[in-house]
């Protein structure tokens, strides 16, 4: 009962704020805080679905690392308002539509649908033991590849930065 | 909820929130007159009595309270109202999985002096201090005040900067302590290993004989001194205070991120900045100070002393109240240490605070990481 009351609740103020982010297109720096609120939020249903270890890195990572870079890069750029005038969106906002429109359709027979009861769960299921154990044995060579692949994009970031210094 | 849980949660808001923290504004003015060889506040009095000048916590809640509360020109307004409010939460609710006494048996009771005892403590700081970034990231955009925003700006590079070495320098700990839970690093803090004892394991020596007496107790400062260093220098970063008070550096951003909050609202940054101090303390002590354990002194054997004088029930109970004291005694030794560093070091350069985070600090608390973990695998366990 309470897990239903706490996942409405989540889910309800996470589609409010992805909305107030998508809305709030003039207002960079309140879009970017309605985005963190949708990733709280988000955390919020990790936390019904006991993985504990997610949703410590939702907030981690995505409310308190990334968005406040992007946060920070707004604030640096100081963008102006023109810099998002509806004029040159309505391509686009056109594609989103008909994107989102597709997706709903796409979507609506799997709500008629009743969900099959999940396995059991194992011990320690979303815990921070069970995860470390997984990704560093079955999963080890995806998760290596992956760090390679983002020390390629830091490697890049600095070379790029630095030919523009010289 | 159950009531226990309301005793402990009102319990640690009335310490850390009522007591420490009013405390902690009046040390702080006390302390810097001190070290500048002032006298420092004295003067509040309720008929004629001051008491060291300790009223002047009550003072300045009430002239904060009484004080208008202006939104600037231009600025956004919600956003304005909204930070203050979004930098003092997580400082409040951070102390939920702090540790403040240890497991305690009364029949068949169990109580434990943890208000939230989750099994990825740890993690929940983390998480909780990387929201608090945007309480002065936000303070400063919406105040509509190039110093302000400055202000916020180096704020925001300095917390995201100092949040990865944080969390990278306490990895060796818990490697150590092979758990995210600061309730069950406590309880592993109450013993102690031959301080020596490595020399056998490295097989360097067949046996030290007498130097295995030499013993030291299981705490996160023995076992880790580096990540204890790094985790205090970046803690105090995060808490922006000095040495690393850039985002509020008054003789170039005059007062940075805050400086157009006026009324309680300022008073909700400088609580949560003392509010923080706390936090970091009562983290280093549970972490690194063992905790609320007594060195060389483990509950079983104090319980085992007094039990046969006051009986189990008032022996445990003296048990609980002596680990709580001593839990909060070594809080303040840390509150000490903060004060005293804030008092005698200059300000960092923005340049300087950004080198010792990603070129001194990241790379030794990887190196620490490192070696660690080679430690651990040659000597297998700390007995």
């Known amino acids: 009962m309470t897990a239903a009351i706490v996942f409405y609740a989540c889910a309800g103020l996470a589609v409010v704020s992805a909305l107030s982010m998508v809305l709030n297109v003039r207002n960079t720096v309140a879009s970017a805080m309605s985005l963190v609120v949708t990733m709280i939020a988000l955390a919020g249903i990790f936390l019904v679905l006991d993985a504990f270890l997610i949703a410590a890195f939702q907030i981690m990572v995505y409310a308190g690392a990334i968005v406040v870079l992007f946060v920070f890069v707004v604030m640096l750029l100081n963008l102006r308002h023109d810099a998002f005038a509806p004029s040159r969106q309505i391509a686009l906002k056109l594609v989103g539509g008909l994107l989102g429109i597709y997706a709903l359709f796409a979507l609506a027979p799997l709500l008629a649908q009743h969900l099959p009861e999940g396995a059991p769960r194992p011990e320690g299921f979303g815990g921070y033991r069970l995860v470390g154990r997984t990704l560093y044995t079955d999963f080890v060579l995806p998760f290596e590849v992956a760090a390679f692949l983002l020390l390629g994009a830091m490697v890049g970031a600095v070379v790029m930065a630095k030919r523009r210094l010289d | 909820m159950e009531t226990e849980t309301i005793i402990k949660t009102v319990f640690i808001l009335a310490v850390v929130v009522l007591a420490f923290a009013p405390i902690i504004t009046w040390v702080e003015r006390k302390q810097s007159a001190v070290m500048q060889d002032r006298i420092g506040a004295n003067r509040a009095d309720i008929a004629g009595i001051t008491i060291l000048g300790l009223l002047h916590p009550l003072a300045d809640v009430l002239k904060l309270i009484a004080k208008e509360d202006v939104v600037p020109h231009g600025a956004n307004r919600f956003m304005h109202l909204l930070a203050p409010v979004i930098a003092a939460v997580p400082a409040i609710i951070a102390y939920a999985v702090i540790p403040f006494g240890g497991s ?17 403590g740890v993690l929940y700081i983390f998480a909780i201090g990387s929201i608090a970034a945007y309480g002065t990231v936000i303070a400063g955009w919406a105040s509509n005040n190039n110093w302000s925003l400055l202000g916020s700006l180096r704020a925001s590079a300095q917390m995201i900067s100092y949040e990865v070495t944080m969390g990278l320098s306490l990895v060796g700990i818990l490697m150590v302590f092979q758990t995210l839970s600061m309730f069950e690093m406590g309880l592993a803090q109450d013993g102690t290993f031959r301080l020596l004892g490595f020399l056998e394991a490295f097989g360097w020596v ?129 509150i000490y240490i903060q004060m005293a560093m804030r008092w005698s070091l200059p300000r960092f350069r923005y340049d300087q605070i950004m080198d010792l985070c990603w070129k001194i600090l990241l790379p030794l608390s990887i190196a620490n990481v490192l070696v660690t973990g080679g430690v651990m695998l040659l000597i297998g366990s700390l007995t």
Not at chain 2, 104 to 120: F, K, M, P, R, S
Not at chain 2, 303 to 329: D, K
Request: charged share 15%; glycine share 10%; hydrophobic share 50%.
């Open chain 2, 104 to 120: 305690y048996q009364y029949g068949d009771e169990t109580v434990n002096l943890v208000v939230a005892d989750i099994d990825w």
């Open chain 2, 206 to 334: 067949d046996d030290i004989g007498w130097l295995g007496a030499l013993r030291v107790p299981t705490w996160g400062i023995f076992l880790q001194p580096l990540g204890f260093v790094m985790f205090l220098a970046c803690a105090m970063a995060e808490n922006k205070r000095a040495p690393f008070d850039c985002p509020e550096a008054e003789s170039e951003l005059v007062a940075g991120y805050h400086m157009e909050y006026s009324g309680m609202r300022f008073g909700l940054f400088y609580m949560s900045e003392f509010i923080e101090i706390v936090v970091i303390s009562g983290l280093m002590a549970a972490i690194f100070l063992g905790g609320w354990t007594i060195p060389y002194l483990p509950q079983e054997t104090i319980i085992g002393a007094i039990t046969p004088v006051f009986g189990e029930y008032f022996a445990t109970s003296i048990c609980m109240i002596l680990h709580v004291g001593l839990f909060f005694l070594k809080v303040i030794v840390m």
